[in-house]
């Protein structure tokens, strides 16, 4: 980066708090799979926002709905509803083709707040006093998501939180099975764990704890915010499992870049909340719900689940069969993959990748997170296939 860049990189750096860091790219525009710095150097984008610019960037879809909604009518709160939220919610629950109750936020940590908020009410009746979640897994970083997130360097200078959290080995069914008891309220889960690495469970652990928690009537929360809306080909991951969990949490890719989150209460769970027990007043912007529709029905219009699984492989194989010293493998599925290490020089493949006009992500020390949109072509993702071997020999070199 250079010249304009670096200018508003030291100004990023003196004008705001430093958790982010000083970010090494500044980005002006996009289109597509494409995006571009403020000095002009376009980069074929393979993380898209964190898993969340599902249509890439400036999809006519969702230009359309968003300038629409928003010359229409912006915002309410909650006092009024407006078509777009109820047609959101019916969509959704649509797709999930259980009974089912929604609430939306405006973000993932927001989703994972309310699903605490109904656990705790539910456990509250029943003399259930805590919860359950996975080692090294990713809730959120708002108190109580954070209490559920099983990461200790984010989490731990945070304590105490306001609720007591047990935390298990992810993927141990054995261990689930010991942790949770009668007095559990709730086990909060992740279908595979994104932030940890992109690391997918045993086969069978999602089934197993859905039998856990019937066995033993604790809610089973599955955190979806990074696994859902066609990520792995299917538009949710637990529906790949066949498992039903009691609560269900959106965000990331449902906006397409506009900030909504969803808390999905099943059966009885969609009951807990009563008028008064929760609330937000950005959540459920008719601008973000227009956003989703556009990301829901362009998912479904062209296919995009097909799609997602078909470049998932291509992507996924193609990195597999790269053979480089550095390179150990790849996991996950569909669009939502990690390139595994050899060694901890995660962060010199993402600025390699950088330089030679790739976005991904250094994620753990050893796996670089690979999420780009859902629309991203067989031929961009032959480009990364085909540049990555030069990506890793100048990490090496
Ligand atoms: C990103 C993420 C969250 C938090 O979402 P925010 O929108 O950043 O608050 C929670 N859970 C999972 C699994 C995530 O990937």
Redesign the pocket.
């Known amino acids: 980066m250079s010249g304009h860049g670096d200018a508003l990189r030291a100004r990023f750096e003196s004008a705001f708090m430093p958790n982010y860091g000083v970010p090494p790219v500044a980005l002006a525009k996009g289109e597509g799979c494409a995006v571009w710095d403020v000095d002009g150097k376009r980069y074929l984008d393979f993380i898209g926002g964190?898993?969340v610019s599902s249509l890439g960037h400036g999809h006519p879809a969702l230009v359309e709905a968003v300038s629409r909604q928003v010359a229409t009518l912006a915002h309410t709160s909650n006092l009024f509803l407006h078509e777009p939220e109820v047609l959101l919610a019916e969509r959704l629950l649509g797709l999930l083709g259980e009974p089912a109750k929604v609430f939306l936020a405006?973000?993932?940590?927001?989703?994972?707040e309310a699903a605490l908020k109904l656990a705790v009410k539910y456990g509250k009746a029943r003399g259930r006093s805590y919860f359950v979640a996975a080692e090294m897994?990713?809730?959120?970083?708002?108190m109580g998501?954070l209490a559920l997130?099983g990461k200790p360097s984010i989490r731990d200078q945070f304590g105490p939180f306001p609720i007591d959290v047990r935390f298990v080995p992810y993927g141990d069914a054995d261990a689930m099975k010991n942790a949770v008891t009668d007095d559990c309220a709730a086990v909060f889960l992740?279908p595979a764990?994104?932030?940890a690495g992109v690391v997918p469970p045993p086969e069978g652990y999602f089934r197993a704890a859905r039998e856990i928690c019937s066995a033993t009537g604790a809610l089973l929360v599955a955190?979806?915010?990074?696994?859902a809306i066609g990520r792995t080909g299917h538009w949710f991951a637990h529906q790949a499992e066949g498992v039903v969990p009691d609560v269900l949490?959106l965000?990331?890719g449902l906006g397409g870049g506009m900030?909504i989150?969803a808390c999905v209460g099943f059966g009885e769970a969609g009951t807990i909340f009563e008028k008064g027990d929760h609330g937000s007043t950005f959540g459920g912007n008719p601008v973000s719900c227009a956003a989703a529709l556009a990301v829901l029905d362009t998912i479904e219009r062209d296919g995009l689940l097909e799609h997602v699984r078909t470049v998932g492989r291509q992507l996924s194989e193609g990195i597999a069969a790269i053979e480089h010293p550095l390179l150990k493998g790849v996991r996950g599925r569909g669009l939502w993959l990690a390139a595994v290490l050899t060694s901890d020089r995660s962060a010199g493949v993402q600025a390699a990748a950088q330089e030679a006009g790739f976005l991904v992500n250094a994620l753990q020390p050893d796996a670089v997170r690979l999420a780009p949109p859902l629309v991203i072509s067989s031929s961009e993702v032959r480009s990364l296939l085909d540049a990555f071997p030069g990506i890793l020999e100048a990490v090496n070199g």
């Open positions: 964190i898993a405006n973000s993932g940590t927001e989703a994972n897994g990713f809730h959120g970083r708002t998501a997130t992740e764990q994104g932030e955190d979806e915010i990074q696994s949490t965000a990331k900030p989150g």
